[in-house]
């Protein structure tokens, strides 16, 4: 067996780049399993995996998946019971957010936040269509930009119709495996566009109906930029739920609130209506966002909704 690395998942085959580059179409043989968990896509790119060619065919057959060192996961949109891969082993992630065309969902970025948090996985955050921002927009920019970077999230402002901001982004992504997403119609793919023109990934249009963005990435899909240096581009997101997450999780994983929770009275403390809340005085002090708590709150509510309901249905 070689080992390699999945770089485009398509459902039931996947296409595999050996040590050499070349790439090799595999299937699956047997079953593998997350932790217990259900996935949807047992394998997922940027894993790495053993493969045994078949005798017919130049096609191969995945016999084992090496040990991933981290992973991005998020609950199934269209199995709510179970869990989907988006990648494996990757460095950082890029996150592309738009302030207007389509208006921006802050509570998003948090959302995103919540799925690289637990395997400690830097995320920067570009706004991308910045050619297009009123004063009021770059306000708005200021003041998220001051928020997310007090806690370690880098923010930047891109423009992929001017080709403005691509100095950061290029510096970040050398001699690293870089996640991609954001959700759709924010110009993910025309952002990787400009990166690398060859590409010449597809871009849709925001529709004037419903104001969202079309979906133009069906599949996820690792790129190479240089001889170190990867990308992997992610199909569009609407919505994130998390009815696999305990609230535990989403409180140990906003890191500024969990970094002050050991002040608290209670060790199980989820930082709402408990007294002697640190979480609490450090919003009262201002040394703590209430737009990042609040966007907590509501993450938490919906999972405590969710667990409800599958307990008494």
């Excluded at 790495?48 to 995945?62: D, P, Q, Y």
Aim: proline share 3%; with cysteine.
């Amino acid at each position: 067996m070689r080992e390699g690395v999945i770089v485009r998942s398509t459902g039931s085959w996947y296409e595999v780049r050996m040590p050499d580059k070349s790439v090799i179409k595999c299937r699956i043989i047997g079953k593998f399993r997350l932790a217990g968990k259900k996935v949807t896509n047992p394998v997922a790119v940027g894993d790495k995996v053993m493969v045994e060619m078949e005798s017919k065919g130049g096609t191969g057959l995945i016999k084992e998946i090496v040990d991933r060192r981290n992973y991005i996961i998020r609950q199934s949109p269209r199995k709510k019971h179970f869990l989907h891969i988006l990648a494996a082993n990757i460095d950082q992630a890029i996150l592309i957010v738009t302030i207007r065309e389509p208006m921006l969902k802050q509570g998003f970025i948090d959302r995103f936040i919540l799925m690289t948090e637990p395997f400690d996985i830097p995320v920067s955050i570009f706004f991308n269509k910045g050619d297009i921002y009123t004063d009021e927009d770059i306000v708005t920019y200021q003041y998220l930009k001051e928020v997310y970077e007090q806690v370690g999230y880098n923010c930047y402002i891109i423009s992929a119709l001017e080709h403005k901001g691509y100095e950061q982004l290029n510096n970040l992504l050398t001699n690293k495996v870089t996640l991609f997403s954001g959700q759709s119609g924010v110009g993910k793919s025309s952002v990787i566009n400009g990166l690398a023109p060859h590409l010449d990934l597809k871009t849709g249009d925001i529709s004037e109906y419903m104001g969202k963005g079309q979906h133009t990435t069906t599949f996820a899909e690792m790129y190479d930029l240089g001889d170190n240096t990867h990308i992997i581009d992610t199909p569009g997101i609407k919505t994130l739920s998390y009815n696999h997450l305990e609230v535990q999780d989403v409180s140990h994983n906003f890191k500024e609130f969990f970094a002050v929770s050991p002040n608290c009275r209670f060790q199980d403390c989820t930082h709402r209506n408990e007294p002697k809340c640190a979480v609490k005085d450090g919003l009262e002090e201002g040394s703590l966002s209430e737009l990042r708590y609040n966007n907590y709150v509501k993450i938490l509510e919906e999972i405590e909704d969710q667990n409800y309901w599958e307990r008494n249905s």
